[in-house]
């Protein structure tokens, strides 16, 4: 059984930059379907770091001839592509079959299935277990009714099987399969990260909180979490086989608390901090009550931390099921300073009381919170998340089209602005923020990674290419 796994072709995410990352998601199905189905052949073609044009991949599949096509979807945005792939895959060999996964498949598989023909199977949820079962039942011709997470056509209906329970103990993961992509792992980087050879870590799944704007906690449930002493073996590993120096611990819900502790001491007594870099994402107030584990994070080689602060209304906080206020997100700001760790915020333009003056009022708050960069998008009510039955119901979403729910481009107005309106507020708000000063400022910074993250913005001109992404 042959099964390719495929990262398509796509243009780079405004909000990341410049940004080549392994594909995570592929690299965890394709070591445990190595793991537990050891007769599959299985390759990975990331379309970002080869280089890679449709053309490449239509040679890849017919080189290949593989069985089974899987395509990946990072985010709604490239919902499209992940099609096109599929396709592709059917316009070579009508035999061979095509699978999609991910959140937004997840919430539309009875739509996609409909829609698109050329797409045989979605896998509902994670992806792992009923992806072996999946492969087993093809290969064996056996019935695909007990393959728990399965969607797909039978007998000209569309059938969804039972969900499956999510994995309890992630130790026993085999470790992603980084292998697959061992020769393009010098292509991995992030712009902020200079000539640091990049990859990814998955400490844990899941968050124990329900922002109304966030989907990860519906579909990865309840924070679960890989033991600090597995996720140090991973950081080894990525550092010494393939000299990864740079690293994010991706999780959605990461805890300063004593199995923040054991990790950091887990990384010193390994000996692999001195020439490391890595950052994550967590919440305001777990800065504030983990406030006292940031010095022991600063000496692991922690330089980055990313917190959502999302708006300056206390009322939106609510809304949002935030569990903050914004006097915490100035804290947690003020402390990350403090300890030399780039502070990074994310906020939401676009609530639907938005208006002229909000959105004017919120300028001059995050001037002066003065994180060291900051990240400002669209509202975007994506498929699986509370709010996306009712912006449809409501018909808020002006403009469909997948390919623009990037969080970039707005897609919805709110009931003061036009959507034209808030694409131009979001611009205006990147532009109040990054003046000339602040830009100056950044360059000469003494954080490095500030420093790095200013000189990429200032060289590849910031806010001219994100104007230019505007095409309403």
């Keep these: 059984m042959k099964i390719l796994f495929v990262e398509p072709p796509k243009d780079p995410w405004f909000i990341m930059g410049e940004y080549i990352p392994p594909p995570l998601g592929l690299l965890c199905l394709a070591g445990y379907l190595e793991a537990h189905y050891p007769d599959a052949e299985i390759q990975v073609m990331d379309c970002q770091a080869e280089e890679a044009k449709w053309e490449d ?4 599949i017919e080189t290949f001839q593989p069985d089974l096509v899987a395509p990946s979807t990072v985010s709604t945005c490239n919902a499209n592509i992940t099609i096109q792939v599929a396709t ?13 996964g991910g959140q937004h498949f997840s919430a539309l598989a009875q739509g996609t299935l409909a829609a698109f023909p050329q797409l045989d199977f979605i896998i509902r949820g994670e992806g792992e277990v009923t992806l072996v079962e999946l492969v087993r039942a093809l290969k064996s011709g ?11 056509r039978q007998g000209g209906k569309i059938t969804h099987n ?18 697959f992509v061992k020769d393009h792992m010098k292509k991995y980087c992030f712009p902020a990260g200079k000539d640091l050879p990049y990859a990814l870590v998955e400490g844990g799944r899941g968050c124990n909180h329900s922002c109304s704007f966030c989907g990860q906690w519906r579909y990865w449930g309840k924070c679960r979490k890989k033991s600090p002493q597995r996720v140090a073996d991973e950081f080894e590993y990525l550092y010494n086989e393939f000299g990864s120096r740079f690293l994010w611990l991706t999780d959605d819900y990461v805890q300063l608390d004593d199995w923040m502790e054991t990790l950091c001491d887990e990384l010193l007594e390994r000996e692999i901090t001195e020439d490391l870099m890595w950052f994550f994402q967590t919440r305001a107030d777990e800065i504030i009550s983990g406030k006292e584990l940031l010095p022991k994070l600063r000496e692991t080689g922690l330089q980055w931390i990313m917190t959502g602060l999302e708006s300056h209304d206390p009322q939106r906080l609510k809304e949002y099921r935030k569990g903050i206020d914004i006097e915490m997100g100035k804290e947690a700001i003020q402390l990350l300073k403090e300890h030399e760790i780039l502070a990074q915020t994310t906020a939401i333009i676009g609530h639907r009381q938005d208006s002229h003056e909000s959105l004017e009022a919120f300028r001059e708050w995050i001037k002066e919170v003065d994180p060291d960069i900051a ?11 509370p709010m996306y039955k009712k912006a449809l119901e409501n018909g808020w979403i002006e403009d469909p ?6 969080m970039v481009n707005a897609i919805i107005p709110t009931e003061h602005l036009t959507r034209e309106e808030v694409q131009t507020e979001l611009f205006a708000t990147y532009r109040s923020y990054y003046g000339w000063r602040r830009r100056i400022f950044g360059i000469f910074a003494r954080n490095k990674v500030k420093r790095a993250y200013y000189q990429h913005m200032m060289l590849k001109g910031f806010l001219g290419t994100l104007k230019g992404l505007f095409r309403l």
């Design 57 to 60: 991949v239509t040679k890849r």
């Design 375 to 385: 990240v400002f998008m669209t509202m975007t009510p994506y498929p699986g998340q």
């Design 88 to 100: 592709l895959a059917k316009q070579i060999d009508d035999e061979i079959w095509t699978v999609a």
């Design 162 to 179: 039972a969900n499956r329970a999510l994995i309890r103990d992630l130790d026993t993961l085999p470790f992603p399969g980084y292998h």
């Design 142 to 152: 056996s019935t695909l009714s007990n393959v728990k997470g399965l969607s797909f």
């Design 401 to 406: 089209r997948w390919k623009r729910f990037d």
